[in-house]
C-alpha cells in the first residue's frame, strides 16, 4: 500500500522559515515525484510545486518562487518542502502528494498545518 | 497560467438525486483533466484522471466527460457520503491548476 506521512503542526513567526517532510512506503521511489499543494483556511487548493525524485528537475509557483525549494532525499524515501520568509497568508495545510510534471496526484499525505503568527 | 472555472460554487442537493458540476478550462486541455474528492479536515482523493477514466476503488456512481475546455462531473444518484468538496484539475500545462472548488450540501 502506498503511504504518504508528513510531519507535525508548525507554529512560526512571520520572517521565519519551515521545512515539511514527506515520508513515503509502498511503491518505487524513483518512479514518481512529489507535488506541494497548499490550503489556506477556508479556501481551495493552491499548487505549490513538485520535484523529481533524484532532485533533477523542479517547478515552482510564481506565488512562491524564491521562497520555497523542494528536495528528496532518496535514502529514505522523503520529500521536503522549505518555504522561507513566512508571512500570515502562508497560514494553511501543506499536503504532498504523488506526482509531478504532467500527472495527476494519486496518493496525497495526510496534511501539515503550518500558522504563521507574531 | 490556465485557468480553471467551476460552476456552481455550491449545490444544494437531497440523496438519490442526480449531481453534474461543470469545469471550464481557460484553453483547451484536451482530456488533461482530473476530479478530486475532499471532506472536510482531510486531503482531497482522486476520483477520475484523464477527463473519463475512474479511479481504482471509485463507485460507478461517479463519471466524467468532456474534452478540450468543457468537462463534468455527474454522480448519478447521491449518496451521504458523497457530500463534499470537488475539484477539478488540469496537468496539460508545465504548471498545474485547481478550479476553485464545488461544495456540495445537503439540502
Known amino acids: 500500500q502506498v503511504h504518504l506521512v508528513q510531519s507535525g503542526a508548525e507554529v512560526k513567526k512571520p520572517g521565519a522559515s519551515v521545512k515539511v517532510s514527506c515520508r513515503t512506503s509502498g511503491y518505487t521511489f524513483s518512479t514518481y515525484g512529489i507535488t506541494w499543494v497548499r490550503q489556506a483556511p477556508g479556501q481551495g487548493l493552491e499548487w505549490m510545486g513538485w520535484?523529481?525524485?533524484?532532485?533533477?528537475?523542479?517547478n515552482y509557483a510564481q506565488t512562491v518562487r524564491g521562497r520555497v525549494t523542494m528536495t528528496t532525499d532518496t535514502s529514505t524515501r522523503t520529500a521536503y518542502m522549505e518555504l522561507r520568509g513566512l508571512r500570515s497568508n502562508d497560514t494553511a495545510v501543506y499536503y504532498c502528494?504523488?506526482?509531478?510534471?504532467?500527472?495527476?496526484?494519486?496518493?496525497w499525505g495526510q496534511g501539515t498545518l503550518v500558522t504563521v503568527s507574531s | 497560467d490556465i485557468q480553471l472555472t467551476q460552476s456552481p460554487s455550491t449545490l444544494s442537493a437531497s440523496v438519490g438525486d442526480r449531481v453534474t458540476i461543470t469545469c471550464r478550462a481557460s484553453?483547451?486541455?484536451?482530456?488533461?483533466l482530473a476530479w478530486y474528492q475532499q471532506k472536510p479536515g482531510k486531503a482531497p482523493e482522486l476520483l477520475i484522471s484523464?477527463?473519463?477514466s475512474l479511479e481504482s476503488g471509485v463507485p460507478s456512481r461517479f463519471s466524467g466527460s468532456g474534452s478540450g475546455t468543457e468537462f463534468t462531473l455527474t454522480i448519478s444518484s447521491l449518496q451521504p457520503d458523497d457530500f463534499a468538496t470537488y475539484y477539478c484539475?488540469?496537468?496539460?500545462?508545465?504548471?498545474?491548476?485547481f478550479g476553485q472548488g464545488t461544495k456540495v450540501e445537503i439540502k
Open positions: 520535484i523529481t525524485a533524484d532532485n533533477a528537475n523542479s
Open positions: 502528494a504523488r506526482g509531478s510534471g504532467y500527472q495527476t496526484f494519486d496518493y
Open positions: 484539475q488540469q496537468y496539460k500545462s508545465y504548471f498545474p491548476t
Open positions: 484523464k477527463a473519463s
Open positions: 484553453q483547451s486541455i484536451s482530456s488533461w
